[in-house]
């Protein structure tokens, strides 16, 4: 037996009271845990391991027993955590209350739980489209981003930022899997102010639409209406209150008001089609219920804080050449609307332009390569805009991300189209030039773009770099935090549209708006000749600061 002595008590007096205080501690950490109470605020100590410093079989005991307890502390939470109603758990990503109140009130959105028919079989057979598509099954990675990016030239152009090879046609995808997240979505319809039905039209057009009569193409189409006019959620306002996403323009899915009888299907001209409100790239302005939203762009950022390093990016970059044109000649769009051939024209004719030439054919790949586009419009200032198989262009979206200043020749381009996404005052972010004038050979593009006042152009510039996030899609598989992306600014459009419908009021989607909005210049009597234009240019070439580019250069 061990002899105990005055020493011998005093060698256990420091580990009775540490275990009198640990014991403290662990009735401490478990009342917190399990009955949720506030984390107790005792004033400032040191830690018991640092008290037990002079004791090191002390020290090494306390450390693993704090170890313990936080191992018990967190196992608590869990399991408190899961105890909670299931509905609490489906509900994280909904803001609760603002102020006392609800802060979903007005924006709920229910979203129909469809057979996979409507979008997963679609999309799992994306190698349909091969006989005249590339493959489309490597743009539906990553919940339709595409391939990861991974430009090796600046190493800014990479996944890690958000940036993927995304498709111009992959929002059917993009925007379902967004909504996913969306903060204010419920299972309970009745309390919803909008239904969302994630139907892949866009998809379904493409698997059809060569080769196909017009009953196979319309097939996914009356099946789709068939089964919501079924449900008890379309007979409360006869489908009014319903929107879904169509990723191409409208005009693929008005068949019956083509002058080309085989394309597209009839999607926004079924009656059940007609009271939906449908999201696609570009509005046919027929006084429909297609409403337009931008096309998906390169960028899809995380965070806020990815979308304001890049806008500090573009916001910094030294801008070398004037203006710039990404695309290909249109030889086949009738000469009376053939405005593009000469923006080319114009911008071959000067060494202020730059250009990325695309081939038409097959295979080729020097306009589908993400880093060599954002690079050019980076360098830009002023990006030129012309219309090409319709009116709107991806690219337009492209170079906005980039901080480029766009060009329009159409107003059917943006200012007829965008209108939630984009500002009412068309000046304070794009150029207008009349297509009629550049066709006709009135007006210089280049003399145009210098005679505006550098300081103009920087405060266009900047309001470009604010309209960033409006135009761009988030990765669905995060959400920004304060920022609002192109699917939150939809979605307020979709739920205004919903509220103005129930008040009685008749609704479309703009409809033809006849007036045109002011243009930067005033056609002149002479007509436009190339060395004119150089001349022009050299007058002014100290207007916005550009230093002239030769075409060696």
Request: aromatic share 10%; glycine share 6%; net charge positive.
């Amino acid at each position: 037996m061990e002899r105990v002595g005055a020493h011998g008590g005093k060698r256990w007096l420091p580990r009775l009271l540490l275990l009198a205080a640990l014991s403290w501690l662990l009735m401490v950490y478990l009342h917190a845990a399990v009955f949720h109470a506030p984390a107790v605020r005792s004033p400032p100590h040191t830690s018991l391991v640092a008290v037990a410093s002079d004791c090191e079989d002390c020290r090494r005991f306390l450390l693993r027993q704090e170890e313990q307890l936080k191992k018990i502390a967190s196992a608590s939470s869990s399991a408190s955590a899961s105890a909670l109603p299931a509905a609490a758990g489906e509900d994280r990503r909904r803001p609760r209350t603002v102020g006392g109140g609800d802060a979903c009130r007005g924006r709920y959105v229910y979203m129909h739980d469809l057979p996979p028919r409507f979008n997963a079989d679609i999309i799992r057979n994306c190698r349909k489209t091969e006989d005249h598509w590339a493959d489309m099954c490597r743009f539906l990675r990553n919940d339709g981003l595409g391939r990861p990016l991974a430009d090796r030239i600046d190493g800014v152009i990479k996944s890690e930022a958000g940036w993927y090879d995304t498709h111009q046609f992959a929002l059917d995808a993009i925007f379902h899997n967004r909504m996913k997240q969306y903060e204010c979505l419920t299972t309970d319809s009745a309390e919803a102010s909008a239904v969302f039905v994630p139907f892949y039209a866009g998809f379904d057009f493409v698997r059809y639409h060569w080769g196909y009569d017009n009953a196979t193409r319309d097939a996914a189409s009356v099946d789709l209406t068939e089964w919501l006019m079924a449900r008890p959620e379309w007979r409360r306002m006869g489908g009014r209150d319903h929107f879904l996403v169509a990723g191409r323009t409208g005009w693929d899915f008005r068949r019956s008001n083509n002058v080309d009888p085989d394309w597209g299907n009839d999607l926004l001209v079924m009656p059940a089609g007609r009271n939906m409100s449908v999201l696609v790239l570009e509005s046919a302005m027929l006084h429909g219920s297609d409403y337009p939203v931008p096309y998906p762009t390169y960028f899809h950022p995380r965070s806020d804080a990815d979308v304001l390093r890049w806008q500090d990016r573009v916001r910094a970059q030294r801008r070398t050449w004037l203006m710039a044109f990404v695309g290909a000649p249109r030889p086949d769009v009738p000469i009376n609307i053939r405005v593009r051939d000469h923006v080319i024209a114009q911008c071959k004719a000067t060494g202020a332009c730059t250009m990325l030439g695309c081939a038409r054919a097959t295979g080729s790949t020097q306009c589908h390569t993400p880093g060599n586009i954002m690079r050019l419009f980076q360098k830009t200032v002023f990006c030129l805009q012309p219309p090409g198989d319709t009116c709107t262009r991806r690219s337009a979206f492209d170079s906005m991300v980039a901080g480029c200043i766009p060009v329009f020749f159409h107003t059917g381009s943006a200012y007829k189209q965008y209108r939630w996404h984009l500002p009412g005052d068309h000046h304070k972010y794009s150029v207008y030039i009349p297509d009629a004038d550049v066709r006709q050979r009135n007006v210089s593009i280049e003399a145009v773009l210098r005679a505006i006042p550098p300081a103009t152009v920087e405060r266009m510039r900047e309001e470009v770099i604010r309209l960033i996030p409006r135009v761009l899609y988030a990765d669905p598989r995060s959400r920004l935090e304060t920022l609002k992306d192109a699917v939150d600014i939809a979605v307020e459009g979709i739920l205004h549209t919903v509220a103005r419908i129930r008040e009685g009021e008749y609704v479309d989607s703009g409809g033809p708006v006849t007036e045109d909005p002011p243009n930067l210049f005033s056609s002149t009597e002479s007509r436009f000749r190339p060395k004119q234009s150089v001349q022009a240019a050299e007058i002014n070439s100290s207007v916005v600061g550009v230093p002239r580019k030769t075409s060696a250069e």
